[in-house]
T-cell receptor
Framework: DTGVSQDPRHKITKRGQNVTFRCDPISEHNRLYWYRQTLGQGPEFLTYFQNEAQLEKSRLLSDRFSAERPKGSFSTLEIQRTEQGDSAMYLC??????????????FGPGTRLTVL | GNSVTQMEGPVTLSEEAFLTINCTYTATGYPSLFWYVQYPGEGLQLLLKATKADDKGSNKGFEATYRKETTSFHLEKGSVQVSDSAVYFCARSSSGYSTLTFGKGTMLLVSP
């Protein structure tokens, strides 16, 4: 297993455009998380899934953000009508509730979004 | 709500010096505690963890002890190396062991 992967690694877009990011978790991990990290800050939780179900959303996740995990495997995070304040690193993590380390989250390399 | 506070950096040390990075957390529930490390240009990696009071997590010469009485989880290493230069994040789990709340990170710079 190669770990959590994210695509693209970098995205530059103009304000008002829509963007979509993809995350592929570690296989067999049933939980998938999205975080956002801005410069000089720690990651902030956005949302998480257990299998296909979106179980929790942060108040940071405005109506312009939507996340899906339709088959319980990969996930997408879409940002509509991007704003300059959306510029950040978007991190994906996964974990397994069935392993002994059920609360240990493994992170991907992130997608760096720049909104011009 | 849940929060994590860690000392501000950068922490600048010479090789073989002793390292301490302080971390305190809000005492709601019975969280698990973590230290993650982010090397330049790389993603977050779990360094060590502790799941209950008095547990000691350790890895690669780093240690941290879960202190419930002081709500602390300080990271220590007896002799740092240049290769330890990175940003270190302290984190706590939510009460439901689902999400993580991170501190702001502490940059460590080790010079030869």
């Amino acid at each position: 297993d190669t770990g959590v992967s994210q695509d693209p690694r970098h995205k530059i877009t103009k304000r008002g455009q829509n963007v979509t990011f993809r995350c592929d978790p570690i296989s067999e991990h049933n939980r998938l998380y999205w975080y956002r990290q801005t410069l000089g800050q720690g990651p902030e939780f956005l949302t998480y899934f257990q299998n296909e179900a979106q179980l929790e959303k942060s108040r940071l996740l405005s109506d312009r953000f939507s996340a899906e995990r339709p088959k319980g495997s990969f996930s997408t995070l879409e940002i509509q009508r991007t704003e300059q304040g959306d510029s950040a690193m978007y991190l994906c993590a996964s974990s397994s509730t069935t392993s002994g380390s059920y609360n240990e989250q493994f992170f991907g390399p992130g997608t760096r979004l720049t909104v011009l | 709500g849940n929060s994590v506070t860690q000392m501000e950096g950068p922490v600048t040390l010479s090789e073989e010096a002793f390292l301490t990075i302080n971390c305190t957390y809000t005492a709601t529930g019975y969280p698990s505690l973590f230290w993650y490390v982010q090397y330049p240009g790389e993603g977050l990696q779990l360094l060590l963890k502790a799941t209950k009071a008095d547990d000691k997590g350790s890895n690669k010469g780093f240690e941290a002890t879960y202190r419930k009485e002081t709500t602390s989880f300080h990271l220590e290493k007896g002799s740092v190396q240049v290769s330890d230069s990175a940003v270190y994040f302290c984190a706590r789990s939510s009460s439901g062991y689902s999400t993580l709340t991170f501190g702001k990170g502490t940059m460590l710079l080790v010079s030869p």
